[in-house]
């Protein structure tokens, strides 16, 4: 059968466990360590596929919760899959919408999954079986079902390079019964997807990660490691909550790694902070993906090479109306080499679209030079001074 993808392991850093590599799919390949920009809706919000091709990214990830609602998957099939659909030729990944269906239900567990504060208790719109997840669509009410095989099949549909296993993405307060019941679950429903792809021919050009659960508990994140990694996999992914803190979700990292095998690739969803990217590098991550820099972007928060500032710059404050000086003078990107501070200011404080597409430019740009960085530093041995140096502790 042919390989749907082939991963091999460039270079590794003596001081860490941080590695460079080369991910080949049908549809080209990319360089790792990654950051895979966020198409939630099969767009990168505010931004073209010819914008990202100009910022050369690599691979972006599309969230299948979404678009099984709107358009629909079949709608996708019919007009090419996400590559034709979208207009984007390079690799593709999808989610497996199982975040999206618990996030998105009402309740606690959305309010946690998404960093907000605990409001009121609501009664939550998804209901969890051994067979599968029933939730409510947000857009019109609808009740729908997903199964572990169905949401293989949406996104064989859907028609990216990298899929990923359908999971329960347990929150926080979940105590350790329910976590331990619920990584278990998550397991068989893990071995389920598997079979149904392996099945299909979609296997052929369509590769497969399951995903490590087990919340921040030790036993658990090194069990599911295990059970995962054993299991025949195109790839690995880390999900689920990491913590409340970021030593926690260090900690949570440095457990499942170790027990991963090491000849296949390491996905670590949703993390995107600049120092989150540099310690998931360290600890062996080889690509992330997170919707935070483009969110962050259209609320006017600009990324740049300041640790002492958590590497951000709220451009809409009043101190940059009058700023005549690029986001950052060391940045090359469209935005910072045409445009000032205060043009940025002033078209985000107005909800100019053309604000948020800039900055976003901008974020973008930033963090895929940072990964560009990364790989130089690992491959020049240079890696540990690169990292004490961003994080601002050399
Ligand atoms: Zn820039």
Redesign the pocket.
Known sequence: MPQPLRFQVLAHDPSSSARVGRVETPHGAFATPAFVPVATRAAVRALAASDLRTLDAEVVLCNTYHLFLRPGAETIAALGGLHGFMGWAAPIITDSGGYQVFSLGAGQEADELKGRRRGPAQPSLVRITEEGVEFRSPLDGARHFFTPEQAIAVQHQLGADILLAFDECTAYHHDYAYTRASVQRTHRWAERCLAYHRASPHAERQALFGIVQGGVHRDLREQSAAFIGGLPFDGLAIGGSLGRTKQEWFQVVEWVIPQLPAERPRHLLGVGDVDDLVEGIARGVDWFDCALPTRLARHGTLLGPWPAERWRLHLTRGEFARDAS???PT???L??REHTRAYLHYLLRSGEATGWRLAT??NL??LLRLMRAARECIVAGRFAAWRAAVLGVG
Request: glycine fraction near 0%.
């Open positions: 690029p986001v950052d940045c090359d990107c935005t910072c430019i901008h740009a930033f």
